[in-house]
């Protein structure tokens, strides 16, 4: 196959988070006919990483993730794109990756592996129990793997994925001073949260905060008891200042629950790439042990995540040589 090929096919394996088995086994079989040792490293049930490694201990490391959002969406094509739910983030990426270390073992450079992870577009609990792998104590460099239009990130915003959960009193509707609205205390919080003003960074740029998922109550004509919030920051500065405004916004009214943080990341620059710095965040805070971050991928971000996902079959094959060029250059 050639990379378009291989990314058509990888689209077709649905792997949306927490369903990741299928592309998984897919993907160690076919590296196994290309030769390579292939470690089925497990995670959860019927959940695993795919790390696969050379005659060499591998000293750069290219890496992505193998879930993706929901819904599954097949693949397509025209003249220009190849469309489909992974397309640009990230199969067309394990694609390119898979051919550029072809590339480079086809010249004896054979100390290159590779690392497919399961739940990045969730909790990244794939990349934390790579993290621990022995293997990643022998690589030198890792070459993350996201749609960043083809050129070198020099750095990515933290990530603040938080919980917020209210409680009241149930009665009628009727007659609400009998009870206490669960969804109003929520409300009243997120309004505030609204409101805030981040301060800036001059290198990651602004803070930002989507609400994401809003749920609570049983039926319109009772008041609410409890409520619950799910809420997404991109962090252009410190996990802590921006959780001492979560709390001061809370004040006792709600519980907080932080399912993931971490803080902005600069990544390891390599001259003779175009360079940007991105707002969204990737596996690389949990792959520390893995050696230097780079991060570089084909495809748009503005793409990822939506009903036309698409990327470049010119950007796909340009990436397989940026890849290489990358590697030697490392």
Request: with cysteine; proline share 4%.
């Amino acid at each position: 196959m050639n990379p378009l090929e291989l990314t058509r096919e990888l689209i077709d394996v649905p792997s949306v988070t927490g369903d990741e088995l299928a592309v998984g086994q897919y993907l160690s079989k076919y590296l196994e006919e290309l030769g390579y040792r292939v470690e089925r490293q497990e995670v959860a049930q019927d959940r695993f990483n795919v790390i696969a490694t050379g005659a060499e201990s591998p000293r750069i490391v290219f890496s992505t993730h193998m879930d993706t959002v929901p819904p599954f969406i097949e693949s397509s094509e025209d003249e220009e794109f190849v469309y489909g739910r992974g397309s640009c983030d990230a199969k067309g990426i394990i694609a390119a990756q898979i051919f550029a270390a072809e590339r480079l073992r086809a010249e004896d450079v054979n100390d290159v592996g590779l690392l497919f992870t399961v739940d990045e577009e969730l909790s990244s609990i794939g990349a934390q129990a790579a993290n621990k792998h022995t293997v990643a104590r022998e690589c030198q460099f890792l070459i993350n793997g996201e749609p960043t239009d083809n050129r070198l990130a020099t750095g990515t915003k933290g990530s603040v994925r938080v919980i917020i959960t209210t409680e009241g009193r149930a009665a009628h509707s009727a007659y609400p001073e009998a009870g206490e609205s669960a969804i109003e205390k929520l409300l009243d919080i997120l309004q505030e949260i609204r409101a805030c003003e981040w301060p800036e960074d001059s290198f990651f740029g602004t803070t930002t905060c989507n609400i994401g998922v809003l749920s609570g109550g049983t039926r319109p004509n009772v008041i609410a008891d409890k409520a619950r919030a799910e809420l997404q920051i991109r962090l252009g500065i410190d996990i802590e200042h921006v959780k001492r405004v979560l709390q001061d916004a809370v004040r006792g009214r709600g519980q907080l629950e932080y399912a993931s943080a971490h803080n902005p990341v600069r990544l390891f620059a390599v001259p003779g790439f175009e360079q940007c710095v991105v707002r969204f965040t990737t596996d690389v805070p949990y792959l520390s042990n893995w050696g230097q971050p780079l991060l570089i991928g084909p495809g748009s971000i503005l793409d990822a995540h939506t009903d036309h996902e698409r990327i470049s079959k010119d950007e796909l094959e340009k990436a397989v040589q940026l890849y290489i060029d990358l590697g030697k250059s490392l």
